[in-house]
């Protein structure tokens, strides 16, 4: 059967460039509102449980399945801007079935950790970056912003009350989930009067619980992430259930994850739900290069792919590597990958930090991203692996470890 062209057959790739390149000039709504009333720490109520759950061996843990005593939740109205912050017992939300974020998806969210270090003390990674995330997405749907420092301060109190559920083992963390929603109950299409801002927490342990562990990815041209114009840059849930089914169809097809690759050109985007990047030698001057693909509102802004930028020009350039942001396409996989100038590949993500690649698949091709047999990573992906944990668990005092007091 012959497979239906891709939606954006036709377009030109200058037509393309043209419409990635004019970004979406937000309005923001409820700015004045929210600004008349912030989020105020000082009013936070702190409601504890009175049923301690009792907590999981380390080694139980499974991502996402198990969640902590406590959750932070705040409600926002247009015509009376942020109520006072509640820490609560965990406890199930209680919305009207004509609630406004069931049937129009008005929700973004975001992920983080909180580790533990070797003396106990517990730390954030970079989690204003992560609020400044949440704020752009909640504007570009007509949800309302907050000041990133007051909710950091909120999540704070939120990990020190529940901090017991962090196991003392390297490895091991609580994942955050800060959420925001449409509450107005209406049917009516625009922009909610009412919203609810929450975080929930979960322990949990390596994502590679095996080992440290390189994927197989199918290049994919039948399905897209995103759109330039679109919210790609954006961490809402619309962008992520609709790749579901290509992944199933890729993991029945033997493969781990999607590689998104976008128009004729076949640029690469991001790999799963995570950024993408490529080491590759430079066919005219053997300089060594890693890649990655821009910032132009198609792909989403990860926290860890700035990690591993800032980290590379830190670290790499001084050793003669050349960083870039540029596209790339992967008909240059193939042929860096064919004449042994594709030295490796990995995806960027809060949740596995990095991801090594073994192969893609493309085009009934295997493309071969530089790991020799038995070898499950290549060394840049291990080191901005190291590089990252060390500050993530206080290793290396650095800005970006945020100490919960």
């Known amino acids: 059967m012959r497979q239906a062209a891709p939606l954006w057959r036709g377009l030109s790739a200058s037509l393309l460039a043209r419409r990635a390149a004019v970004p979406w000039q937000a309005t923001r709504l409820y700015s004045a509102a929210a600004a008349s009333q912030g989020v105020d720490a000082s009013k936070l109520v702190i409601q504890k449980t009175e049923k301690p759950a009792e907590l999981k061996k380390p080694e139980e843990l499974v991502f996402g399945n198990t969640f902590t005593d406590h959750m932070l939740a705040i409600e926002w109205d247009k015509s009376t801007g942020w109520g006072a912050p509640k820490i609560t017992p965990y406890q199930n939300l209680s919305l009207d079935p004509a609630t406004c974020v069931f049937h129009y998806g008005f929700e973004c969210f975001e992920g983080m950790k909180a580790y533990r270090d070797s003396a106990g003390r517990i730390r954030l990674f970079r989690p204003n970056k992560n609020m400044e995330r949440l704020n752009k997405s909640a504007e570009r749907i007509a949800l309302p912003t907050f000041d990133s420092s007051t909710l950091v301060d909120l999540i704070s109190k939120l990990v020190s009350l529940d901090s017991r559920f962090i196991p003392n083992k390297r490895g091991y963390s609580l994942y955050l989930r800060p959420t925001m929603i449409g509450t107005q109950k209406t049917l009516g299409i625009a922009a909610p009067g009412s919203a609810m801002l929450f975080v929930i927490a979960s322990p949990v342990g390596p994502y590679y619980p095996t080992g440290f562990k390189a994927v197989s990815l199918e290049a994919t041209d039948y399905a897209v992430r995103a759109w330039p114009g679109g919210v790609g840059d954006k961490k809402l ?18 493969f781990q994850q ?18 993408m990047f490529a080491a590759i030698k430079d066919k005219a001057t053997g300089q060594n290069e890693l890649v990655t693909a821009p910032l132009d509102g198609t792909i989403l802004e990860g926290i860890t792919r700035d990690s591993v930028l800032s980290l590379a020009r830190e670290k790499l350039v001084p050793e003669g590597w050349k960083v870039s942001e540029r596209k790339y396409t992967m008909p240059e996989l193939w042929e860096a990958s064919q004449e042994g100038r594709l030295l490796e590949a990995f995806g960027s993500g809060t949740a596995a930090v990095v991801s090594p690649v073994r192969t893609i698949s493309w085009k009934g091709k295997l493309v071969d991203c530089g790991l020799k047999d038995g070898e499950e990573t290549g060394p840049i992906a291990l080191k901005m692996k190291e590089w990252i944990e060390a500050r993530q668990y206080g290793d290396e005092e650095h800005e970006w470890s945020h100490l919960v007091e």
Not at 237 to 254: D, H, T
Not at 258 to 263: A, D
Request: negative net charge; contains cysteine.
């Open 258 to 275: 999607n590689l998104w690759l976008f128009g004729e050109e076949e640029f690469v985007t991001e790999v799963g739900t995570m950024n």
């Open 237 to 254: 849930g619309a962008n992520y259930a609709p790749c579901i089914v290509p992944q199933l169809a890729a993991a029945s097809r033997g």
